[in-house]
């Protein structure tokens, strides 16, 4: 080993602290033997959904070097998030949409990327190595390597959590064909707490530190791209766009300092009203969540979620803005806009919906939802187009 590898890892360090790291390890990318095996398992058990882009790549996820067979290092960062209000606390706002508190600001992709690829080309030119820069995106397992690296444990809700900064933090990797000298991995500090299993409104951990995404409203709420399932609706209550009750209940953020980031701190679309965002058509969606990872669903899922929480608020004031939503261009928004309706109204309120709306309506998912709040005659079916 080179005498200034130390003395490079430690500029590099304070490096990653200046670029706004609130923490930076180094492991090297055999150490995470484990993780390949559980990935496959996962994807065995269809635990992904339909993030086919999880499986598209499995071979080069399991093992950063499939990836890229000259990956020696990983050198992990950590970006804090912690939130400065009590993000549970909107749960209990039945008609204010509940937007995870990770989603509170710029999309992190977007601030994290910079400062890392300004760290990995100092860092490369330092070194001579060679380095290449990843932020989630990327078919890598970012997790395991962190925990690899020293920065947290995975935690029983699978996130990683630090002793120093609670479960609120982003990670970006940056791996290098350099070798360098390694931290000691971090040891599990779950004990036997499991309040993070116990809280979750879906039951979607089958076991500690395994995660069904398919019940997992952050999935559910963006990256599922059909229907939302029944037994999932009333679960969701509010929340419109991902879910924070898993990390929030934590105790090990009560060292958590709240974010520095100014950027993720913005109070911009916190906790806005279900009926402002029910209006949303796609170009104001586009405009009100530009930059921000709401604009990951589109305007149409997002509507869907909104319209679940609209249901689950059972506040008759929502009323006129769900039926706006009845004969929306989106199948995704009308159907959930008839579930809404059958949640806050009177059986011949929703009849006489159905009257105006089932005569063109061709979509068998929403027709379906007109059938389970009761409305289905076969004198509202419209003429098969052959
Ligand atoms: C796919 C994905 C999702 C999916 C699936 C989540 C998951 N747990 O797999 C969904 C959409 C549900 C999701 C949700 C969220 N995500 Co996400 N997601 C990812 C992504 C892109 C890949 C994760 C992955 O590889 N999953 C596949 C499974 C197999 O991997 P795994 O979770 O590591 O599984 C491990 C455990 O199950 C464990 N295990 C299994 N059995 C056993 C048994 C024992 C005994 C033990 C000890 C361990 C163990 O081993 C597996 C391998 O390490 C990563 C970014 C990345 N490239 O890594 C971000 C990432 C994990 N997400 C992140 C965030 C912030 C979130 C949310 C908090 C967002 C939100 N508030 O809505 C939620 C949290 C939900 C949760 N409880 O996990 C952060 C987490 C940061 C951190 N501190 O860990 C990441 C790292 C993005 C980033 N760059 O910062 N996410
Ligand atoms: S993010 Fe919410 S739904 Fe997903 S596992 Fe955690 S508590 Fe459950
Ligand atoms: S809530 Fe408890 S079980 Fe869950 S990650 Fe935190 S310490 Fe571990």
């Not at 990327?113 to 030119?125: E, G």
């Not at 579930?339 to 919906?353: E, G, K, M, N």
């Amino acid at each position: 080993m080179p005498a200034e590898r130390p003395s490079l890892v430690a500029v590099l360090k304070e490096r990653a602290k200046s670029e706004g790291f609130a923490a930076c390890g180094i492991t090297g990318t055999d150490q995470i033997p484990d993780a390949g095996r559980r990935l496959y398992e996962f994807l065995g058990t269809g635990r992904h959904g339909d993030m086919d882009w999880l499986a598209a790549h499995a071979n080069r996820r399991s093992d950063p070097r499939l990836l890229w067979p000259e990956a020696r290092t990983a050198i992990v960062v950590a970006r804090d998030y912690a939130p400065a209000y009590d993000p549970l606390a909107v749960l209990q706002q039945p008609l204010s949409a509940a937007i995870s508190c990770y989603a509170d600001g710029r999309d992190y992709h977007d601030t994290m990327k910079p400062a890392l690829k300004r760290l990995a080309s100092w860092f490369a030119q330092a070194s001579g190595a060679d380095v290449k820069v990843f932020v989630d995106t990327a078919p890598l397992m970012e997790k395991p390597l962190a925990q690899a690296a020293g920065l947290g444990w995975q935690g029983k809700h699978t996130n990683l959590v630090s002793r120093q900064l609670g479960s609120w933090f982003f990670l970006g990797v940056i791996l290098s064909d350099a070798e360098l000298p390694r931290d000691p991995a971090e040891i599990d500090h779950c004990g036997s707490c499991q309040r993070c299993v116990d809280i979750c409104p879906t039951a979607a951990f089958p076991a500690p530190f395994q995660l069904d995404a398919r019940r997992c409203i952050a999935y559910l709420t963006i990256e599922h791209k059909g229907h939302i399932a029944p037994e999932f609706r009333a679960a969701i209550g509010n929340r419109v766009f991902g879910c924070d009750d898993c990390l929030a209940v934590c105790p090990w953020n009560k060292f958590a300092a709240a974010a520095r980031d100014a950027q993720a701190s913005q109070d911009n679309h916190r906790a806005p009203p279900l009926a402002e965002l029910l209006q949303l058509d796609d170009a104001a969606f586009r405009d009100r969540f530009r930059g921000t990872p709401l604009k990951r669903t589109g305007r149409d899922r997002f509507i869907r979620n909104v319209l679940i929480a609209a249901g689950n608020a059972r506040d008759p004031g929502l009323l006129p803005a769900i039926r706006d939503r009845l004969l929306d261009a989106s199948p995704l928004v009308r159907a959930m806009a008839v579930w809404a309706l059958a949640r806050l109204s009177h059986h011949d309120a929703v009849q006489s919906s159905a009257a105006q709306c089932l005569p063109q309506e061709h979509d068998s998912h929403v027709r379906a939802e007109w059938a389970a709040a009761g409305c289905l005659t076969t004198s509202h079916a419209p003429e098969e187009t052959s």
